[in-house]
């Protein structure tokens, strides 16, 4: 009972309905969220680590980036089932870097060859077999992120050995006055 009364608590999370405008995002939150809706697509594949770091909220439409941390946690899945039967790991990670947020997300699964890595964010294009993917979701993430969001989308890969995929995001302009002031108190207070 607590198990679908946690999915069923993620599902509406997820799903709720974007505002216009962007607004505070906790990520971590977001990314705890999406998890349990991706759960079916990992569980039988790979065991997924979480390491989250305090983080301050950021400006953002909380559905679409959900959008993109499920494409990511689902293309890492894929990648694992593709490289055989060995059971693989995604890692999660959240940490803040100066004014923005980063969340990596790692898998230990085929990794992306040199020759297409140009053109993953292209429409239409997919390194997946026929039937299991649009070649649309790295395409429309990147949009999210880098349009949408003003972030950076990146990846490293190695064949054979799988694939972590960046997403940068600035801080929330609230929370970055708050921090600011904080320091400034402090500072004042060491004076």
């Known amino acids: 009972i607590t ?9 509406n ?5 974007d505002k216009q405008e962007k607004s505070p995002t906790d990520i971590n939150r977001a990314l705890d969220t999406t998890i349990i ?17 305090t983080i ?12 993109v941390f499920l494409n990511l946690i689902i293309n890492a899945a894929h990648a694992i089932s593709e490289k055989g039967n060995e059971r693989g790991l995604i890692v ?10 980063k969340i990596s997300i790692s898998d230990s699964g085929a ?26 979701g790295l ?3 990147h949009k999210i992120v880098v349009e949408n969001h003003g972030g950076q989308l990146s990846f490293d890969s190695v064949v054979g050995q799988g694939t972590t995929f960046h997403v940068v995001l600035p801080i929330c302009a609230a929370s970055l006055s708050e ?8 500072r004042d207070l060491a004076a």
């Open 179 to 186: 921090k600011r002031s904080l320091n400034a108190i402090t």
């Open 92 to 101: 999660v990670s959240t940490a803040q870097e100066g004014d923005f947020v």
């Open 3 to 11: 198990r679908v009364s946690q999915i069923v608590g993620a599902m």
């Open 56 to 67: 301050p909220d950021i400006d953002g439409h909380l559905g679409d980036l959900n959008q």
């Open 111 to 136: 990794g992306i060859p040199k020759a297409v890595q140009h053109r993953i964010f292209d429409p239409f294009f997919t390194t997946k077999e026929v039937g299991r993917g649009t070649g649309q």
């Open 13 to 17: 999370e997820f799903s709720h309905p």
């Open 37 to 53: 809706v991706a759960t079916n697509e990992y569980k039988y594949v790979a065991t997924l680590e979480k390491r989250f770091e």
């Open 139 to 141: 395409a429309i993430s």
